[in-house]
């Protein structure tokens, strides 16, 4: 296969024509098939790939993993292009990642090339961004997953609400301008305040809770809204849960969802989510609402929007055990691992993965009569992820981090994974390390979790 560079050795580069990007170790094999696999970082994402059955993946990344794949990687040099200034996660949100995967020469060459000896590539985007639109273009490349145009549309959550407005159980709530905003507040407030989402923004950085016209004018001078901007306010919601689901769409009549997962949030931002656990405390009653409510956000998705393949849903649980709509995740979550590698552990000998099912969908449109089969029993999993406590450079980290989650599942022991590597610098809103317990009850993954964070805390150390 000319043209694709071979034999660079881990971490080195083979030319300084992409000077921004690392090759790791590309060694392409005529008589394989493979697929390119899109993610910000390795660690959270590295057990979904190998699931494309009949495909190698060729991952790319925006951050050097702790515990590269031994071959056919690439990521960016972030450092020598923005400093330690923007995180990779924020890094991975903006067009800037995604102009250099567009504009290099060598990447494209190597995609060309595959796609010529192939008739075609599939590209796995974990967050097709708009500007990787101009990707797909040559229909030679085909997407496996949303369009970059459905993924814009679908992350908006002014659009969400819209779309699903009288066909799902929505709080109340108003689209309107930030300059009417203080207006409306009384209109809409409840005894917990008033929940406001801007149209985009992850993590957080767009949505808020005010429980005063004041807190609200202050947040959205801060959060520099424009005043013409239109947002949504909301009810706030005596919530007593929320919970997020899982599900693949091939057409208005074949939706499959699974996997419930319960959430949980940061202390110090209630709206930021920061773990899962699986299964979800919630009785078989509420479990027949959040199952029925995803079907039919499902079936919205095919019919008005052509969604075909994976995507996810928030959803909110009263006092009253009724389950509201919270938001549509266009795209893989950092919870997907988990749910895939779940799903593992009882997928029937000789049937298709999640990710053929979600391939199958997009390639045809139809799970040609598939069902998912049985979700595991009597076993219990829990992830959080751990902040850094103040400013500062790693100088000592876990030296048994483990290095492939998918062993965690194997060998149904509590691990550390994505644990930040010696001389990184963090700030207190970095995630330092994540880790996965797995017990037969909920209590033994919390004795797992607490163990597992004391073992991260002793073994990071920083400089300052």
Known sequence: MSGIPTNGGLGAYQTKTDQHIVFNNIKLDNSKKYYVYIASEYASSQPIPNLLTGYEPLFVCCVQPQYPPPDNFVYINKKEILGEKLSHTDFFKFSMFYDLLLKSNKLQSVFKDLAKQQGNLWIKPFRNDPSFAPQFQDSHYKCLGLTSEQSDRLNNKVFQYLMFDRKLSLPNYKIIPVQDAENSFDNIKSSNGVFIAGAYGAGGSTTFVAKTKEELKKQLNERKFSLIENIVLAECLDLKQSLSIDLLIANRHEILPFCILSQTYDENNKLECKGNAYPANISPIVQKKVKDLAYEAGKTLAVEEGVRGHISLDLNIDQNDEVYFGEINARYTAATAERFLLMELTRPSGYPTLMDLEKMAIEKGTFTGLNLWEEPTGLYIKRREMQAREKGTVITAP??????????????????????????????????????????????CDSQIEDLETQLAKSIQYKF
């Open 399 to 444: 030296k048994d981090s483990c290095e492939d989650e998918k062993r965690i599942f194997e060998l149904r022991k509590p691990g550390i994974i994505g644990a930040l590597p010696v001389g990184k610098r963090v700030s207190t809103e970095d995630t330092i390390g994540k880790y996965v317990a797995i017990g037969e009850t909920s209590e033994e």
